[in-house]
């Protein structure tokens, strides 16, 4: 299972302000809180991405992204106001809302929103991270101390018998050490060394990828209980849909379960009756027009399940952590706290269900804390 899956539910659908602020890490006390909900705020695609139609860079990404428009319902009284500044945003009246969801619809609204698709997405930003001189390294961190004195030189593989070379070595000793670590662990925050956040546990979601090219809107549907079941369309011509609750904070498996399937594509077809097949088979039951999740099956293309870091809130902020031991003027390694060299580590990381819709803001605050933390410099050891 991989952590940004091509069934995640990358669209935006911003949150109330208490949700989708960043948390202030329990250390952090130094941080104002304002400014982390406006990073976290500055949404996908409408700040941040290259937008279809730019002269450069147009023909390359407008594959990559859809514009539509997302009607939400609610079961409860609500005033989006976190919302209300979205593009076309507007109240719905009851006669919009489809007589096959529930008569105790309180709240719908609509707005124009913007869709992802997250396989090519995710190859374009690698593109452009190795265009600008990105290397991309893989191994196993078990501790923060590995990244901070070794830097990724520590995980680049050597032939069996290679003796490192003189710059790898030096690499060793300190004098290429990072500057910085930018921490994004996502579920591994419980396990890895120098972080073990044990308040970090999966959000599980589970989805079904549809072919349904005719569909060209969006629905939500969100309930008191805590589901939410929602329906997206993406730029290829497949549809995803999906329901998550509040009871799946901390469930581990990790595989789609065939029960939860069946009621995704019977909630999505109350929800969107458009997602049946436009013209009926011959061995569909025309005496009954009510779509069921049976007349979807032959068009199900993969069904998905993700965990995704959840934390109650996004952690954002520094810590200095010694970068190992050093030579010191006497040619001897140093030991105490005073003769190490520190680097900071910037976490950003506990996003849950949310993490592309606040991927440019997060990554705009984590950029701004690392320029704060360089500029100011090491504080004095505690």
Not at 92 to 118: D, G, R
Not at 119 to 142: D, I, N
Request: aromatic letters at 8%; charged letters at 20%; proline letters at 10%.
């Amino acid at each position: 299972m991989d952590y940004t899956h091509r069934c995640n539910r990358p669209h935006d659908r911003s949150r109330p302000a208490r949700n989708a602020a960043v948390q202030r890490h329990h250390r952090r006390r130094d941080l104002p809180h304002r400014p982390q909900e406006r990073a976290l705020r500055e949404r996908l695609g409408w700040r941040a991405l290259p937008q279809p139609g730019d002269e450069e860079q147009g023909a390359e990404t407008a594959p990559l992204f859809s514009r539509f428009t997302q009607t939400e319902y609610r079961d409860h009284e609500l005033k989006a106001h976190w919302l209300e500044e979205m593009p076309d945003f507007e109240y719905q009246t009851h006669t919009h809302t489809p007589s096959s969801l529930p008569k105790s619809i309180l709240t719908a609204y609509s707005f124009t929103t913007l869709s992802i698709h997250p396989t090519p997405y995710l190859a374009y930003l690698q593109s452009r991270f190795l265009a600008a001189g990105g290397k991309l390294v893989r191994g196993t961190v078990q501790h923060l101390a590995q990244l901070a004195e070794g830097g990724a030189q520590a995980f680049e593989s050597l032939p069996a018998g290679y003796a490192p070379s003189q710059s790898h070595t030096q690499a060793q000793d300190g004098r290429e050490r990072p500057h910085a670590i930018i921490a994004c662990p996502g579920l591994g925050a419980r396990s890895i060394g120098g972080i073990e956040d044990k308040s970090v546990a999966p959000m599980r979601g589970q989805t079904v990828l549809l072919r349904a090219p005719w569909l060209k809107h969006g629905c939500g549907f969100r309930e008191k209980v805590g589901r939410y079941t929602y329906v997206v369309p993406r730029p290829d011509g497949t549809v995803l849909v999906g329901c998550a609750t509040s009871s799946n904070s901390n469930d581990w498996y990790h595989l789609p379960r065939p029960h939860t399937t069946h009621e995704i594509l019977q909630r999505a077809l109350a929800l969107v009756p458009d997602l049946a097949p436009p013209p009926p088979t011959e061995k569909s039951d025309t005496s009954n027009p009510t779509p069921t999740p049976t007349d979807r099956h032959p068009l199900i293309l993969e069904t998905g399940c993700g965990l995704s870091p959840a934390r109650g809130g996004s952690r954002a902020e520094v810590e200095w952590i010694p970068a190992g031991p050093r030579p010191s003027s006497t040619g001897t390694e140093a030991a105490t706290k005073e003769e190490q060299t520190r680097i900071p580590v910037v976490f950003n990381y506990g996003h849950a269900g949310y993490g592309f819709s606040t991927s440019w803001g997060s990554a705009n605050l984590a950029l701004r804390m690392l320029d704060e933390a360089l500029a100011v410099g090491s504080p004095p050891p505690s």
